[in-house]
């Protein structure tokens, strides 16, 4: 896959590079995997001084399919959005991101099963943002590693926007809108779960009310950070857990088996277009189920 830009600077080509996001691996992999270096149509090595106005260009190997590594698994995916370089897919609820020990037929696997039945030339599956088992909704995903670099410096610069949708419930008032800064960690005595706790790792959500029955909420929720389980376990901290939630103390008598969690909104800049992407997805139909329910009771 070949990238190219013209310079505006007179530094090595690795220091260019460098800014647009090149690690020294992805350099040594272009280096000593079949990949190249032209600048001006004539290949170079990654000390050569470039000059304001040079066109450079680098070639990228593909990832190819390394045996053993995950296994394609062929499964009909949601696609919202698609180019050469990134994918969003709505996820349902019940399929965990990532393999491990409790789940091997994944997320993953299926993204892993589309490319393969697509016969695209990258075939490694880069997952952006993850989603938990039981919370539905978009996940981003990277197709080759040059725009998971790219885009794991947003991720570090807080610049990749994600908002959930989530059904609380608690007694006592919620404020219309609020932010819950809270340090998240793992007890001693868990490998699953988290909680609040002093030692734990800086943490913030914000969140918006969008409607309300009694003292269950319809809560629109951003994620300044990525913390496991941290939207379950902030509002869960300021006493209105998400209803099915029963991990963290939340209501299974409203008629929905998971978490009631939905990420609705993902927006990011796409450095290859140069134009920012938002991308959006409906509630699941548990979730209109639930609402239904309560805007008949009231």
Not at 97 to 126: C, D, M, R, W
Not at 144 to 149: E, F, L, P, R, V
Not at 262 to 287: A, V, Y
Request: some cysteine.
């Amino acid at each position: 896959m070949r990238f190219e830009f013209i310079v505006d600077q007179h530094v090595k080509i690795k220091t260019f590079l460098k800014k647009h996001d090149v690690s020294k691996g992805l350099l040594a992999k272009i280096k000593f995997e079949g990949g190249a270096i032209i600048v001006n149509g004539k290949p170079q090595n990654a000390t050569y001084l470039l000059d304001i106005g040079d066109h450079l260009s680098i070639d990228i190997p593909s990832e190819e399919d390394v045996t053993g590594s995950l296994e394609p698994i062929s499964h009909p995916l949601d696609i919202v959005y698609e180019d050469e370089h990134f994918m969003v897919i709505n996820k349902p609820a019940g399929f965990a991101s990532i393999p491990s020990i409790l789940h091997s037929s994944t997320i993953a696997n299926f993204v892993k099963g589309y490319y393969l039945e697509q016969g695209y030339e990258n075939k490694q599956v880069h997952i952006v943002t993850r989603l938990d088992r039981d919370t539905s909704g978009l996940m981003l995903f990277a197709k080759h590693g040059y725009a998971h670099a790219r885009l794991d410096k947003q991720l570090q610069e807080k610049l990749i926007q994600k908002r959930y949708f989530a059904l609380v419930y608690g007694s006592g008032p919620l404020e219309e809108k609020g932010e819950i800064i809270a340090p998240i960690g793992r007890p001693e005595d868990s490998i699953i779960t988290r909680c609040v706790m002093p030692t734990g790792k800086y943490a913030h959500t914000s969140y918006e009310v969008v409607q309300s029955w009694g003292d269950i909420h319809l809560v629109d929720i951003q994620l300044h950070t990525g913390r496991t389980h941290q939207i379950r376990v902030h509002f869960a901290h300021i006493g209105f857990p998400l209803l099915g939630d029963d991990l963290y103390g939340g209501s299974m008598e409203h008629g929905i088996e998971r978490q009631a969690l939905h990420c609705h909104r993902i927006g990011f800049f796409n450095p290859f277009s140069e134009k920012e992407l938002i991308c959006e997805s409906d509630l699941t139909n548990d979730f209109k189920s639930v609402i239904m329910n309560l805007q008949n009771k009231n």
